[in-house]
């Protein structure tokens, strides 16, 4: 079965310009997450939806990042315009979660590797 | 308090070690406990979910102590391969929501 597909594995971008990037979920997964990961702060998380919708949003640093999921196998994480300090590796997971409560088993993609330069 | 917290590491170690990982906790009404490892440069991947009661996975055995709040990860006979950096991961219940919380990981190397 496929896994959480993202795209672009590898991006440099200059700083300022507009980076997007995709997930595709493991199909039947009904909570998507984006998380990015650096040296300093870990793993953090930026936003996650169930159902399609946004459930919580306070990870997103600024005005600058923004992400939808327009239907159940599709979301992006756009970040306009882009800077430096947004350099990291972005994941996407996703989980079969009827419970956020509870918590669930998530599943990761193999992420986005962005360099701002 | 940050909400999870572990030891960074590393923890370097003999090939046949026993290495033992801990972790604490803020949220006293967490539910669910994880241990996720990670390859450098990879994917975090579910390593072991941690159960009440203690469990035990091969050379794996994972601990909850709700009282003191803290997780455990004790890897025995250690492999070449078991070096990684190990995540301790908790779910933080808010309201109706809830989503889970990484730890920033111990790193294990395991030496020949």
């Known amino acids: 079965d496929a ?68 239907n159940a196998s599709f979301s992006t994480l756009k970040i306009q315009p882009s800077e430096p300090r947004d350099s990291a590796v972005y994941f996407c997971a996703s989980s079969l979660a009827s419970d956020m409560r509870s918590g669930s088993t998530i599943y990761f993609g193999e992420g986005s590797w962005l360099t701002v330069v | 308090r940050k909400e999870v917290e572990q030891d960074p590491g590393p923890f370097n170690v003999p090939e046949g070690a026993t290495v033992a990982f801990n972790c604490t906790y803020s949220n006293s009404a967490s539910q669910s406990f994880f241990w996720y490892r990670q390859d450098c440069r990879k994917e975090p991947k579910l390593l072991m979910s941690v159960y009440s009661s203690g469990n035990e996975d091969g050379r794996f055995t994972a601990q909850l102590n709700r009282a003191s709040q803290y997780i455990s990860l004790l890897i025995r006979d250690s492999k070449l391969s078991d070096s990684a950096t190990y995540l301790c991961v908790v779910n933080s219940p808010r309201g109706s929501q809830g989503n889970l919380i990484f730890g920033k990981g111990t790193k294990l190397s395991v030496k020949p």
């Open chain 1, 3 to 70: 896994g959480v597909i993202q795209s672009p594995r590898h991006e440099v971008t200059e700083m300022g310009q507009e980076v997007t990037l995709r997930c595709k979920p493991i199909s039947g997964h009904n909570s998507l997450f984006w998380y990015r990961q650096t040296m300093m702060r870990g793993l953090e998380l930026l936003i996650y939806f169930n159902n399609n919708v946004p459930i919580d949003d306070s990870g997103m640093p600024e005005d600058r990042f923004s992400a939808k999921m327009p």
